[in-house]
Structure formats: structure tokens, C-alpha cells
């Protein structure tokens, strides 16, 4: 199955950059952490609030993904079109995949560079996915990796060009939904059933910050 094939039939006027629940109508912003900070005293990172943070983004993927759905696991790279040289994929999924073999199957597109600055065209983005099955993936891992994005001293990570750090989307074909970590302070989740998103939303309540309220419940008809 070709990822753009996909998008442009369950998901067309999505386009895989941040800030996915802004293109869709029906969607969730998560904010994750509680009321815990990422610093305690004397700029200590503080491992609670993350150890809480990563029980949050896995909580919310069991909730979407099932052991047997198939997933485009999707990775936004950004880089200087000179300055740098090509990252091979290996360093982007190795470590993420149980089965070494399926690290043939990674698809590559470049797109231009999606973010607004002085000299973009200098830059471009580079998009690498694979076709697979959650089962097939090191998950725990794959989310605490998303969550460590502003924290170097913290493992695993995703490496990267210089730009900036890469940008992790998980797309669950079989039941269509868009699970998109942005770093430790939250997520977004979007798909086609709203119903399903209904019952996420209402389980995890407490879980959305009281001004992205108003917008998800509209976009999901809750009254």
C-alpha cells in the first residue's frame, strides 16, 4: 500500500507536519505531563513527570492500536539540501523494528521544507515510512523516543539532521486514526470515526486542557 495513495483517499486534506488536529475536524489535543514540570531544583531533570508522560502516550496508543492493525510508521527528517549529507534509514528505524528485514521495505520521498523561515529553500524534508503491523514495532520505545525530543541527556532517540529533531506519525490503516507526539508537553490524535474519538475523549477527560475543549467537541458533536 503506497502512503500517499492512502492519505489522499481517508485523510485528504491532511498533510504529515505537525500540528495534524488543526486540518482535521474531528481530532484530540492531549496535554501530557499533569501538573508536574520538566525541572526540579537546580535544573534537575525531574523523571517523574516523564515516567508519567510515557505511561500517558502508551495509555492513549493501546487505546488505538491493536496488536494486528496496519500501521504506516512515518518519519519527517529535516535537512540542509547541502550543507549535510543523507542520513541512511537504518539510523532512523533500526533500532525500532523486531524484524531486521523489514528495514528493505522503507519507503523514501523528499518534499520541500513545510515551515515558514527566511531561506526554506535552502532546506527540504525528507519523509521515510514503512508499511507494517503495530506488532512489529518496539512501541514503548518509539514513544518515550518522540517524548525525549528537547532533552538530549534522555535515551532512546531518533538522531537527526542539525535543523531540528525529526517528527514521528503513527497511521493506523485499519482503523484509520493519525497518532502524531510532538514532544513531552502533548499529542494529537485525529481519525474518520468520531464515535471512536468520542469514547477516547470522554475517557480521558481530564487529560485535555480547558481551552482546546470548545474545538474538539465540536469537532466531535458533543453539545
Not at 499533569?34 to 510515557?54: A, H, S, T
Amino acid at each position: 500500500m503506497n502512503l500517499q495513495h492512502y492519505l489522499k483517499e481517508k485523510f485528504p486534506t491532511v498533510e504529515l507536519i505537525p500540528s495534524i488536529y488543526y486540518q482535521w475536524d474531528s481530532g484530540i489535543h492531549f496535554s501530557l505531563g499533569g501538573d508536574l514540570y520538566q525541572f526540579k531544583e537546580k535544573d534537575k531533570l525531574n523523571l517523574d513527570m516523564f515516567k508519567l508522560v510515557y505511561e500517558q502516550t502508551l495509555t492513549i496508543f493501546n487505546e488505538l492500536f491493536d496488536q494486528d492493525d496496519e500501521v504506516f510508521l512515518v518519519t519527517n527528517l529535516y535537512k540542509h539540501k547541502t550543507k549535510e549529507k543523507r542520513i541512511k534509514k537504518l539510523k532512523v528505524y533500526k533500532r525500532f523494528l523486531k524484524n531486521k528485514n523489514d528495514l528493505n521495505k522503507i519507503h523514501f520521498k523528499s518534499y520541500p521544507y513545510p515551515f515558514e523561515m527566511d531561506d526554506a529553500e535552502e532546506y527540504e524534508m525528507q519523509q521515510f515510512s514503512l508499511n507494517c503491523k503495530r506488532k512489529d514495532l518496539r512501541v514503548h520505545q518509539l514513544l518515550k523516543a518522540a517524548c525525549n525530543e528537547d532533552f538530549p541527556s534522555l535515551h532512546p532517540r531518533f538522531g537527526g539532521y542539525s535543523i531540528g529533531y525529526p517528527d514521528i506519525f503513527f497511521v493506523n490503516v485499519t482503523k484509520d486514526i493519525i497518532f502524531f507526539i510532538y514532544d513531552d508537553r502533548g499529542c494529537e490524535v485525529i481519525a474518520r470515526d468520531v464515535d471512536r474519538l468520542r469514547l477516547l475523549y470522554k475517557k480521558y477527560f481530564d487529560w485535555v486542557e480547558d481551552i482546546d475543549r470548545k474545538r474538539i467537541e465540536s469537532g466531535l458533536g458533543i453539545k
